[in-house]
């Protein structure tokens, strides 16, 4: 059976407004009811910037498995000439790493990290992981005994980083310029950077490049059993010019440190807020732990790290009853497919119970590698804060930072009754 999808007519003014919201607190804090409305106008809706907007899970999911929608490269992104978001430094840069490759590159680069965290490597990582997520919580928890603490640089900000920065070897003491930049680099991968946007962003970029730089050329010179060392040894193998392997391990390290830290930390924050703003279902995961795998995809759904992918056309084609011309984007508003109507039962509803999938991880050959590292912190920090924290309770609205691709909370204020009385407000209700 052929699904029929719906193709809005132009109303530019319209999407311009739904976009401004976004962007705005209340957007921020509700990007739902947005969604909903751009949802109600088609499966695919015109861009006002050029290109298309889609909103639907199957076409979504379709775009992303289907090889011939390709990733922004930096051929392509030549093609869109200079002065364009795409011909910033930083953009230029991110076009080099794994997200921003299409065949044949991306899939060498693919091939020369395998399954980076199968479980074999999870296993190793898991009991670092759990120690550490004790760690912060007991501090958390120790904060909270004054009163209100906030989550997001207590915990969520601090989780990813120890974990991939002692899986790689980095030291302790760069963590928090290494958390800083990453967040101005994230820029360059918005929906629609302004020009001081990228100026931060270029200026992270800069710095990172010098840093992963001299770590790829420190490895080189006394290789040891981490993963950047043991890149070197097999683009060595790929690759007899060394300038160039040290090229293409630069490109994994910046690529798996700055995945790593901006959309873990966000699943994390994200994740504290859904279930904390749910006291009855986080009674539930107390009692039927071994559903908290299920409940890390229920906030992935919900609310997941990044909202907008975006794919270009590889040739002219077909999307849904309109005709795309090679090289025109297509937006994929993932957290408005994560919510369609036509793919889930009350899609508006946060159930931790609900089994299902989602394209939270994208799809196809540029599925994340380290969602398996990213379910599993958030599982052990789940399970940590039941178990430490089983009265840990919003105490005002969180903070969003002003993005409308790549999620991030700021701020998010909570309280433990078990210490202090606080009123259940700010969150999603039962």
């Known amino acids: 059976m052929v699904t029929p999808y719906s193709v809005a007519p132009t109303d530019r003014r319209r999407v311009v407004s739904l976009f401004s919201r976004l962007r705005k607190p209340g957007g921020q804090e509700s990007p739902l009811p947005i969604y ?19 909103t639907s899970f199957g076409l979504s999911d379709q775009v992303l498995r289907n090889r011939a929608w390709r990733v922004t490269d930096n051929e392509w992104a030549a093609r869109q000439g200079q002065g364009t978001r795409w011909s910033a430094a930083s953009s230029r840069e991110i076009g080099q790493t794994l997200v921003r490759l299409n065949p044949p590159h991306h899939t060498l680069m693919r091939r020369s990290v395998g399954n980076m965290f199968d479980r074999s490597a999870l296993a190793d990582i898991k009991k670092s992981v759990e120690r550490t997520t004790d760690r912060l919580v007991a501090r958390l928890a120790e904060r909270l005994r004054d009163g209100v603490a906030d989550f997001v640089p ?83 193998e790929l690759e007899p010019d060394r300038d160039r392997a ?17 959309t873990t930390s966000t699943l994390l924050s994200t994740m504290a807020w859904l279930i904390a703003g749910h006291p009855r279902q986080m009674g539930w995961l107390r009692a039927h ?38 090289d025109e984007t297509v937006h994929l508003m993932l957290a408005a497919a994560n919510h369609d109507p036509a793919q889930y039962a009350d899609p508006h509803i ?47 609205p969180p903070e969003w930072a002003p993005r409308v691709a790549f999620r991030r909370l700021t701020t998010l204020q909570v309280a433990d009754t078990a210490h202090e009385r606080v009123p259940h407000q700010a969150g999603p209700r039962d």
């Open 154 to 236: 207590l915990v969520s900000e601090e989780l990813p980083v120890i974990t991939i920065g002692e899986w790689m070897g980095l030291p302790a003491a760069d963590f928090p310029l290494l958390r800083a930049l990453t967040h101005d680099q994230v820029f360059t991968q918005e929906l629609l950077p302004s020009p001081s946007q990228l100026m931060i962003s270029d200026n992270a970029t800069r710095t990172l490049h010098e840093y992963f730089s001299a770590l790829v050329r420190d490895r080189r010179r006394s290789p040891g059993d981490d993963p950047v060392s043991q890149w070197l040894r097999i683009w060595d």
């Open 246 to 262: 040290d090229e293409a391990v630069y490109y994994l390290a910046l690529l798996v440190v700055l995945a790593a830290l901006e």
């Open 350 to 396: 946060f159930d931790i119970r609900r089994k299902v999938s989602h394209l939270s991880f994208g799809g196809g050959i540029h599925y994340c590698v380290g969602a398996p590292l990213a379910r599993m912190e958030a599982a052990a920090l789940l399970t940590s804060l039941l178990r430490r924290l089983p009265g840990l309770r919003l105490h005002r």
């Open 36 to 54: 909903a409305e751009l949802q109600a106008m088609g499966d695919v809706v015109p861009a006002p910037w050029g290109g298309h907007l889609v």
């Open 289 to 326: 732990p071994q559903d908290i795998p299920g409940a890390v995809e229920e906030v992935l759904r919900y609310d997941p790290p990044i909202h907008v992918v975006t794919r270009v056309a590889g040739d002219d084609m077909r999307l849904a009853d309109i005709d795309v011309r090679k």
